[in-house]
């Protein structure tokens, strides 16, 4: 894909044009690399990864039923949690197309590695450590955890729900009551709602469903908090970065706009 960017006519990403070739191998330099028409970076950004992701967890699953001759609780809440996860992004598929990693990132080792590797073994760690070191959870503690993972997935998919509505159909009866500021660009910012809470909501649903996995595995072992913690360092990056784009594409309206919605992840805490 390296190689191929340097072929006439190519859309480059801006990041992933520096000169620095290791560093553009790593980021990616083209943009969207097609085969005729097929986009290799938004078939890559979903399907495999997500597909093989659940293929390992219910190997999981077996494997667990074949050592115990039963599935506990905790194997069957996270793969019920992550099986929805990956349904919710193969239903909603058409929304990463407002993605920073499709409108802004290059297709470079970075994205391909976390894609195709990264995602599929290391997002089913919690199904993997659950095979021979089941905490054994209370009944209480399962319906705690469900309830932590509910409230996780109705603020992220209500969130983004409400986002892409205002945006395709402003006029509906489900988003009109929505306050909104107009920027000088022409768009609108939504300043009530699910948005009005917190400038990086639907982060914060996303989050709250990675440590209800975690949650899973009880307190034996620190390794299967490997994925929230990484995950809150990627969603705070993602902010900064998000943040750093806003500023140079609303200019002061931005400025307007965190005034009237303070907080990035917690309303009234951050």
């Known amino acids: 894909l390296y190689a191929t960017s340097f072929a006439k006519g190519r859309l480059l990403a801006a990041g992933g044009n520096t000169g620095n070739p290791v560093y553009d191998f790593f980021i990616g330099r083209e943009l969207n690399p097609r085969l005729g028409s097929f986009d290799l970076k938004v078939f890559c950004e979903l399907r495999p990864g997500l597909i093989g992701w659940m293929m390992v967890n219910i190997g999981c699953l077996m494997k667990q039923h074949e050592l115990r001759g039963h599935v506990t609780g905790s194997m069957i809440l996270v793969t019920a949690f992550q ?8 239903y909603y598929e058409k929304a990463i197309l407002t993605t920073m990693d499709v ?7 970075m994205l391909a590695f976390g894609d195709l590797g990264w995602v599929t073994f290391t997002y089913a760690l919690q199904a993997r450590f659950l095979v021979a070191h089941d905490p054994g959870l209370s009944t209480a503690a399962l319906v705690g955890i469900a309830a932590l993972n509910a409230l996780g997935y109705a603020v992220f998919r209500g969130a983004n729900l409400q986002k892409d509505l205002f945006r395709s159909d402003p006029g509906s009866e489900r988003v009109k009551h929505i306050q909104w500021m107009p920027t000088k660009r022409g768009t609108r910012l939504m300043t009530s709602g699910w948005w009005g809470l917190a400038r990086k909501i639907n982060y914060t649903g996303d989050w709250l469903m990675s440590l209800s996995w975690c949650l899973t595995t009880g307190f034996v072992s620190p390794i299967p908090y490997f994925y929230c913690t990484y995950f809150a360092i990627l969603l705070v990056h993602r902010a900064i970065r998000d943040e750093h784009s806003c500023r140079q594409k609303y200019g002061d309206d931005w400025a307007k706009y965190k005034e009237k919605v303070p907080y990035v992840f917690f309303p009234y805490l951050i």
């Open 103 to 109: 409108t802004t990132d290059g297709f470079g080792f």
């Open 83 to 90: 099986m929805l996860y990956v349904w919710d992004a193969l």
